[in-house]
């Protein structure tokens, strides 16, 4: 079993920053990917961000050149960097993280969720 937990979650006002954590934790043989979705209110979730163990970055349209996503491999751990916050940006987010566990095999994790509400 492999566990997330979020943090970093909040109130900002319009143009602020928030820096999202999650960290995972299991018998992982491999944690080949980990990003963030979000789901706003009567919407359905959608990608914010991926991050792979090499490095490479996707990013959702809507927040390029706003958020930075980042991961510490040691610590099994990423990072969303959410700065120029807009009131579109409010929704719960979900940390996610893809891989390989050593008695399970694939997994498919999500944590459970963080707020984050932007006001204008």
């Known amino acids: 079993q492999v566990h997330l937990v979020e943090s970093g979650g909040g109130l900002v006002q319009s143009g602020g920053s928030l820096r999202l954590s999650c960290a995972a934790s299991?018998?992982?043989?491999?944690?080949?990917?980990m990003g963030w979705y979000r789901q706003a209110p009567g919407k359905q979730r959608e990608l914010v961000a991926t991050?792979?163990?090499?490095?490479?970055?996707n990013y959702a349209d809507s927040v390029k050149g706003r958020f930075t996503i980042s991961r510490d491999n040691a610590k099994n751990t990423v990072f969303l960097q959410m700065n120029s916050l807009k009131p579109e940006d409010t929704a719960v987010y979900y940390c996610n993280a893809v891989g390989d566990h050593y008695t399970s095999g694939f997994f498919n994790s999500w944590g459970q969720g963080t707020q984050v509400t932007v006001s204008s």
């Open positions: 299991g018998n992982m043989r491999t944690l080949l990917v």
């Open positions: 991050i792979t163990g090499g490095g490479g970055q």
